[in-house]
């Protein structure tokens, strides 16, 4: 059994041409490879605080000088290069608790509320 196929006439059939995407060109001030940029960013971006930690901080009345902020960074980096994701940062007196991924406080206790206190869903700790 065989089929014939007709091909209609006087239509004009043309090869499929690919698409062409339209070049980007490159924002100004984001010039270089990804992994520079991304490196930039990575090391712009500093320790964020979510909105309970900052209730805590006010709350307890803590406040950080530039100098434990820097260290503060420096121990969530630490924290990073290990593989830690929920850590407990103990920096002087207070104690931070640290989404390393988001780079975000999640909360913060000074060194009256840490006495009887557990620590729970943390995979690290570092001690400043």
Not at 14 to 35: C, H, L, M
Not at 38 to 57: G, P, T, Y
């Amino acid at each position: 059994m065989s089929q014939q196929f007709k091909v209609p006439t006087g239509l004009p059939i043309q090869p499929i041409q690919p698409k062409q995407t339209p070049k980007t060109r490159p924002v100004p001030g984001q010039e270089g490879s990804f992994a520079k940029i991304l490196d930039a960013k990575l090391q712009q971006s500093s320790v964020k605080f979510s909105a309970h930690a900052n209730k805590r901080l006010e709350a307890r009345n803590i406040q950080f000088t530039e100098e434990q902020l820097k260290t503060l960074e420096d121990a969530v980096e630490k924290a990073r290069n290990k593989g830690g994701r929920e850590t407990l940062i103990l920096l002087d007196s207070v104690a931070l608790v640290v989404s390393v991924a988001n780079r975000t406080v999640i909360t913060a206790m000074d060194g009256d509320n840490l006495k009887d206190n557990v620590f729970t869903h943390i995979d690290s700790a570092v001690i400043t």
